[in-house]
């Protein structure tokens, strides 16, 4: 549904009321041209903040939010708007959308809101670029842009916003750096690390990579199974035209012995001339018998030749195949290289991107619990927790390799002991050792990728590629040595879990070995 404002009816004199809708009904056309009122708005606003508040309503799918209660009538309590009476009028001052199912982009009608002082679009999937006419509105004091799918550079008429106090755009895919203007802003109390972008492409990247590495395993253990039916079939084919040969041979033999004779003497053998006509009827199917298993030799010799020219295509296709596996593995190094130089040339600090990411976690955990009751967070954990157990028991009755088949990459062990880092940096060796172990029994047990990248950067199983802490890790090294002996350690097939695949912090019902703050099971 698309919604247009419809001007206010003011109540003054006769004379008044005819010039104010002359000039009221010249503004629309001039700024809206064939726009036309359709729907009421709120009683005594400007209606250049009208016509906003029915672009925002149009540009982010209004009709699909998670709720729009009083919108569109003349009550002036219109849900997630705030409206007070400021400098002898109605205005717009505060819009909060968090987390409430915006979707398109934000339009550059919103700068008309001259006397808007908080904007909150947070957690919402809002595209595009940040508009410029943001920059109009000089009375904002809060803007919280975080947690969408922006794109571009935080634009520069932001530096005219002489009166905000805190700006908020991480987690987008926003690229560049702050624009210096927001240096000329003394109240800013702190701009979002806009490098945060590149963390969250960094792990879109790692996720990608992860997701094309369990594709070419699956290729190649199909392809593998290939090449065993074909070389199953080429020895079936080698032993028939050994058969054959030998039955051919003999057959050479006895007629190379007994001489050219040997049919001659059959047919003058008859003592009747039904039976010289039985012989020689014999004789025929004999003949015919050995053309025929002539043939079937040369066609043996045919597939043979087939089969083996399939097989060395298909094991030319599984080393391209294997290739093509180290190029996505070493390709995980790399975005982990890139990534940390460019954090080294940012002008922002590793500490305030890890500042952030904390941040970002509070304010998720903080939204969880206004979101849900506790209740209802416990039974959605105890639902996971249950699954969990139901993949971990199909995982202890599918097929285990051995450790001493699995062909660790090189950079597997610098990201399983950063992985450790952030999941038990604090806990003592054995609670690393442990979760090492639980990444490593994945690895081995087919219900799970069957590498160490596709089983860490698997959607939703592990929190620190979530909320970015292990992109930091990597990005420095952050992981102790006491984490490299421990990634050794269930590298090696060391294991203080047995065949654990799941750990969290303890909950209510939880059972399992415990060691530190977590449970294994």
Known sequence: MYYEPEPHKIHLSPATVFLRSLLLTLLVFITAGSW?????????????????????????????????????????????????????????????FPNK????????????????????????????????????????????????????????????????????????????????????????????????????????????????????????????IEILETQVALEQAKLTRENQYNSMKERIQFLYERGDTVYMDILFSAQSF???????DYI??????????LEEYIATEEEITVQEATLGQEMADLETMRADM???????????????????????????????????EQECDRKEAEAAAANAEYEAIKAQYEEELRMSQLASESDWRDVSQVAFEEGDRYLLANLIYCEAGGESYEGKLAVGAVVVNRVLSAVYPGTVTGVIYQNRQFSPVANGHLALALAENRATESCYQAADAAMSGSTNVGACVYFRTPIEGLTGIQIGGHIFY
């Open 284 to 293: 025929e199917q004999l003949s015919a018998y050995d053309r025929r298993m």
């Open 326 to 360: 180290v190029a996505q593995q070493e390709q995980v190094a790399g975005l982990i290289t890139d990534t940390a130089a460019n954090i080294t040339s940012t002008a922002d600090t590793i500490d305030a991107v890890e500042a952030e990411a904390d941040a970002y």
């Open 101 to 224: 199912n915006l979707t398109g982009h934000i339009p550059g009608e919103i700068g008309n809101l001259s006397h808007l002082k908080d904007l909150y679009f947070g957690y919402n999937d809002i595209t595009g670029e940040i508009p410029p006419e943001l920059g109009n509105l000089t009375r904002l004091e809060t803007l919280y842009l975080d947690g969408n799918l922006l794109t571009g550079e935080l634009p520069s008429e932001l530096g005219n916003l002489t009166n905000l106090r805190s700006l908020h755009t991480a987690y987008n895919q926003l690229t560049g750096e702050i624009p210096p203007e927001l240096a000329n802003l003394a109240n800013l109390e702190g701009a979002k690390n806009t490098y945060q972008g590149q963390m969250a492409a960094l792990n879109e990247n790692l996720q990608l990579v992860a997701d094309n590495l369990a594709v070419l395993e699956s290729e190649i253990d199909i392809k593998e």
């Open 274 to 280: 039904g039976e010289f006509l039985n012989y020689a």
């Open 36 to 96: 036309a009122p359709a729907q009421t708005c709120p009683a005594g606003i400007p209606g250049a903040e009208c016509q906003a508040l029915c672009a925002l309503y149009n540009s982010t799918d209004g009709d699909n939010w998670t709720s729009s209660n009083n919108w569109f009538t003349s009550s002036r309590e219109w849900e997630h708007v705030l409206i007070e009476f400021e400098d002898g009028g109605w205005h717009v001052t505060r819009i909060a």
